[in-house]
């Protein structure tokens, strides 16, 4: 498996400062106690769920930075479907290495599979609409690079990556310049290209467009009020629909005719994947 490349991500500092964490000053004193330091073993790591898989090669990062001779056979790839039983995994090499690394791996597999698998669920259920799933910035703290890889793997689209690649104009920003049309105005003024403007109010979007707004974020609108504010707009820029979306309310949003929706929880509170690493045999 080709370890991942993502962009502005340090999959050794990851890996390192992961690891720090668990082995702390003292290491695994259970492995060292229990584990004689020749002793091998092989083993499998599959999954107790239907999954989206996301974050193998970073498993198979940590399992190599303990063993570098580690066997690893991987058995599926990340953004594949597999259902509740499939293997996803195969590793041989030292016990106390696999041991040591185990946690940390199944952690970042679990993580990243939970969130790849429900974006999955939304994104499926607004195919055929022509809109399209963003994730945002509600991320773990220092995790959002591989939360964000792993939307995508779920067939999601990135939104902002962070506060330097878009302005976002949203209400307290809205409250402190004294209005839509002067905030919008005022990133239009500092160059910036990309202006998202969040809006609550119908009457919100003609001031935001006249402006400069490239982008309009419609919040927590109800369904009705979403197809007035996208007949407002006409296609003159992009339309989001963002705020409390569920799974069984995402399919009528995107019907509205908006062109993407953004759901906040995908990264905030995606369920972890139940996935295990059973030892098996010796080898």
Known sequence: ????????????????????????????ITSAAVI??????????DSRDDIVVAGLPIAEAFFRALDPDARIEPLVADGDR???????????GSA????????????????LSGIATMTRAYVDRIAGTGATLLDT?????????????ATRMGGATNHRMGLWDAAMIKDNHVAVAGGVGEAVRRAAAAGIAR????????????PALAAGATHLLLDNMDVPTLRR??????????TEASGGVRLDTIRAI???????????????????ADIGLDFSATT
Do not use: C, W
């Not at 290495?97 to 791996?105: D, I, V, Y």
């Not at 504010?229 to 992009?238: N, Y």
């Not at 995107?254 to 972890?272: D, F, N």
């Open 1 to 28: 498996m080709t370890i991942m490349a993502i962009a502005g991500f340090d999959l050794d500092a990851f890996i390192g400062a992961t690891l720090a964490e668990d082995l702390g000053d003292r290491g695994d």
């Open 254 to 272: 995107a019907e509205t005719g908006v062109t993407y929706i953004s759901v906040g929880r995908l990264t905030q509170s995606a369920p972890a």
């Open 36 to 45: 004689p330091a020749a002793a091998r073993f092989a083993g499998v790591m």
């Open 82 to 92: 597999a259902s509740a039983g499939t293997d996803l995994m195969r590793i041989a």
């Open 229 to 238: 504010a996208v007949a407002l707009v006409a296609d003159r820029v992009p």
């Open 96 to 111: 106390g290495a696999l041991l040591t690394a185990e946690r940390s791996a199944l952690n970042t597999v679990q993580h």
């Open 195 to 206: 202006i998202i403007v969040e809006v609550d109010r119908l009457d919100q979007i003609d």
């Open 137 to 149: 910035r509600k991320t773990i703290p220092g995790l959002r690079l591989l939360e964000k890889y």
